[in-house]
């Protein structure tokens, strides 16, 4: 069955870096684009970034672009998000989610079950 | 980027039917038919219950059914059922290639 494992959150202080990873299991993992999406406390769901399934392109949240770096090893069948230059405001869930059937155009069907990033002094 | 709007809560009693707007701008709702709806339960990872405007995934009820008019897409839930007392988000391609979510609507279901 397809699986998602979130691993690397952690309480950091303002400006520092933290690397996210997402293991994945039971599916072609190097056919599939791959999604970094965040919910805040309480509030709501937040694209973070998207990466094709070949690493080619990636697209980021104006929140995050040039701060955040979304990666992947297609031989490790592992999902990164290298962010830096943390913020309070980057304190969230971090969920890693396979890209949708069809156009892949959508955080799809198999998410992870999040890992938690505090940005606290 | 501004998210999607969404009401903020809608309510409805067991049996009834309800909608749920999303609505977004030319720059993505308006210009993409690629417009899905996900469902959060307190303390879950969100589930994916509409994808591509009306699509269901395998195992997503019949009873939740998705449409788009213009910048506007809508999420109706028929035959309303305590256990669709939940979170829904809307989300939608963008123009830039990224994706946008709505700010998220809490259904009671009385």
């Known amino acids: 069955q397809v699986q998602l494992v979130e691993s690397g959150g952690g309480v950091v202080q303002p400006g520092e870096s933290l690397r996210l990873s997402c293991a994945a299991s039971?599916?072609?993992?190097?056919?599939?684009?791959m999604y970094w999406v965040r919910q805040a406390p309480g509030k709501g769901l937040d694209f973070m970034a998207v990466i094709w399934y070949d690493g080619s392109k990636k697209y980021y949240a104006d929140s995050v672009k040039g701060r955040f770096t979304i990666s992947r090893d297609n031989s490790k069948n592992t999902l990164y998000l290298q962010m830096n230059s943390l913020r309070a405001e980057d304190t969230a869930v971090y969920y890693c989610?396979?890209?949708?059937?069809?156009?892949?155009?959508?955080?799809?069907?198999?998410w992870g079950q999040g890992t938690h990033v505090i940005v606290s002094s | 980027q501004s998210a999607l709007t969404q009401p903020a809560s809608v309510s409805g009693s067991p049996g009834q039917s309800i909608t749920i707007s999303c609505t977004g701008t030319?720059?993505?709702?308006?210009?993409?038919?690629?417009v899905s709806w996900y469902q959060q339960h307190p303390g879950k990872a969100p589930k994916l219950i509409i994808y591509?405007?009306?699509n269901r995934p395998s195992g997503v009820s019949y009873r939740f059914s998705g449409s788009k008019s213009g910048n506007t897409a809508s999420l109706t839930i028929f035959g309303l059922q305590a256990e669709d007392d939940a979170d829904y988000y809307c989300g939608s391609y963008t123009s830039t290639s990224t994706f946008l979510f709505g700010g998220g609507t809490k259904l009671t279901v009385l």
């Open positions: 039971g599916f072609s993992f190097s056919n599939s684009g």
């Open positions: 989610v396979r890209a949708g059937e069809g156009s892949g155009s959508y955080p799809g069907t198999y």
């Open positions: 591509d405007v009306s």
């Open positions: 030319s720059n993505d709702v308006g210009s993409y038919n690629y």
